[in-house]
């Protein structure tokens, strides 16, 4: 199985110069834990995590910190150069890599080096499970 197989596609991405409170709404409005960050070509430049804002958002109590951290852009906040896979990448080697670098989701890029999904942790186990 390859990561074309159980990537979801057409993953919620936001600019690098996306206001940070606009990234976390779309989070949690699209109730996902990893947003792509991509330039004008759909070029992969980054990911933003959970684990990249945590204390900026808090489930139940919503804002922690000062309003002004809110105006900052996500290219303040995101993971330059995420590990990434091709789409014929196996789902075993995918499942490697996510390990080795401790990730919940890598992104999946077109041979010419666009964006043209996602694989988490989410559609592996579903995989596994056979639900897709």
Not at 62 to 79: C, I, P, T
């Amino acid at each position: 199985m390859q990561a074309k197989e159980i990537m979801t596609t057409s993953p919620v991405c936001v600019k690098p110069t996306t206001i940070i409170a606009d990234a976390i709404e779309v989070m949690h409005a699209s109730d996902i834990r990893h947003i792509t960050v991509v330039d004008r070509e759909g070029r992969l430049v980054g990911i933003l995590s959970e684990r990249d804002i945590g204390a900026l958002w808090h489930p139940t109590r919503g804002r922690m910190l000062d309003e002004r951290v809110y105006a900052r852009k996500v290219e303040d906040f995101m993971s330059l150069d995420p590990v990434s896979v091709e789409s014929t990448t196996d789902i075993d080697e995918v499942i490697e890599i996510m390990l080795e670098h401790r990730v919940g989701a890598v992104p999946v890029l077109s041979a010419d080096g666009v964006l043209s999904g996602i694989v988490s942790y989410v559609d592996i186990l579903q995989a596994a499970q056979g639900k897709l």
